[in-house]
């Protein structure tokens, strides 16, 4: 399968702008700016067209089984899609996803006999066009390497349908857009590839602390729903606020910024699995949590982010329990890769990634991260030693010393920034950062 509309964006300022040459039958000789072209919001009379009562998840992963549970309690009905169709025979008979999260859900109840079945109106299908056809709302709950491919194919089915579709993204990763340099979220993939059909669907994202295991065993679990402020309440209101002891949310407006936090956040949590293995103390953890906050935010606010969502549910909440919990893929990668290690990063990679149900995000997000930060020659110490540490290889006391590098030899001696600097740095922050190397380092 190939993505049907590449992507073709360029970076102006810290804003994305798509160059429609590439769009087939909408060839257009100049450049569009994209952040003014954003899909507008939808009238009254089209929300309330929608129906929420059916569900769409398009993915069986642990996050998309997980909330199959969940909305399955709430008796929503849900449509799992996935290419594989024993696999959906398989969720169709037995009720359970024998691929994703069952193993762990005997662990939490005390073995496989007592892991609960999913609702009797959940169901799975191989038939994407039903889905699309059938539901106005669509989780997409896959990983940003088939996102591209995914939207490939949903493009035409959307434009077929005469209501509107809205996508609802957890998607937490970032993606590189190499002719041009630079790093798009998922929201903005999306915009991008479906630009010509603005006014057929709307985008809501889900950032914020929230483990698939507590989802589905209906623990409670706050999130972030970030959007255009019509959709993204309708979409609260209607999957996040249905049983508020189980699942609760808050509204944010700073889209791009709840999915630039979602994602760092797990190169950070890959570190500290190392570093809570390889004999640094106590201590030096809280260092990587602060200061690894001021690299997220740096990075975000040059993706079109805010300096204030880091300090919410997606940013520090968020990354909080991904640092310290065994729940967390991304944590665990990083304790996994120490105690694996063999001195060859990519063979270590694989064997740490066959002992782990799910696919962590941050290995790959940090390899499209460190092409931005070597292009833009951008300081930023923590995520630098974490490239060094997961792509070049070494023995365990490289680790350890990239890592004390990183924290107690930072060449920024202040936790905070002058006035002026702060005013040219909110007007200017593709420009106004330390480089790497050079004299403005």
């Not at 996040?240 to 630039?260: H, I, K």
């Not at 149900?357 to 930023?380: A, C, F, I, Q």
């Amino acid at each position: 399968m190939n993505a049907r509309n590449p992507l073709c964006i360029l970076i102006r300022s810290g804003q994305f702008v798509v160059n429609r040459d590439v769009w087939g039958s909408f060839s257009f000789d100049r450049e569009t700016d994209y952040s003014y072209s954003s899909p507008r919001e939808g009238n009254s009379e089209i929300m309330h067209s929608m129906n929420p009562d059916k569900i769409a998840i398009i993915g069986p992963g642990r996050l998309g089984t997980a909330l199959a549970y969940k909305w399955g309690r709430d008796n929503r009905e849900i449509s799992i899609y996935y290419h594989d169709a024993a696999l959906c025979r398989d969720i169709n008979t037995t009720h359970l996803n024998p691929k994703h999260l069952t193993e762990d859900l005997g662990r939490m109840y005390g073995g496989a006999g007592r892991v609960p079945k999913l609702s009797p109106r959940v169901s799975a299908t191989n038939d994407l066009d039903e889905i699309v056809r059938e539901h106005d709302f669509i989780v997409l709950a896959i990983n940003m390497k088939g996102l591209p491919e995914l939207l490939g194919y949903l493009k035409p089915l959307i434009a077929k349908r005469k209501k509107k579709t809205c996508l609802i993204s957890p998607i937490k990763s970032l993606a590189s857009v190499e002719r041009e340099h630079g790093l798009i979220t998922p929201s903005q993939m999306i915009n991008a590839s479906l630009f010509d059909l603005h006014h057929r669907y709307e985008i809501v994202c889900i950032g914020g602390p929230f483990f698939d295991v507590d989802l589905a065993a209906g623990n409670p679990v706050c999130v972030t729903v970030a959007g255009k402020k019509r959709i993204a309440g309708l979409v609260k209101r209607e999957f996040f606020a249905l049983n508020r002891r189980e699942l609760n949310s808050y509204y944010n407006c700073d889209t791009v910024g709840v999915e630039a936090c979602g994602v760092l956040k797990n190169i950070v949590a890959n570190i500290k699995g190392l570093a809570d293995c390889c004999d640094v103390g106590s201590s030096i953890p809280g260092t990587v949590f602060a200061r690894s906050g001021v690299e997220i935010r740096a990075i975000s606010k040059i993706l079109g982010g805010r300096f204030q969502t880091f300090l919410g549910q997606a940013g520090v909440g968020d990354m909080y329990v991904t640092l310290s919990s065994n729940a967390s893929k991304n944590y665990r990668y990083g304790k996994f890769f120490y105690e694996r290690y063999t001195g060859n990063p990519i063979e270590t990679h694989r064997s740490v990634l066959a002992a782990i149900d799910g696919t962590p995000e941050g290995p790959g997000t940090l390899k499209s991260v460190w092409r931005y930060l070597d292009r833009k020659n951008m300081y930023s110490p923590i995520f630098h030693s974490a490239y060094k540490i997961f792509n070049e290889g070494g023995t365990r006391d490289d680790i350890r010393e990239l890592i004390i590098k990183a924290c107690q030899f930072d060449r920024r001696s202040r936790e905070y920034i002058g006035p002026l600097s702060g005013m040219i740095y909110n007007l200017f922050p593709n420009l106004w950062y330390r480089r790497q190397k050079g004299w403005w380092g």
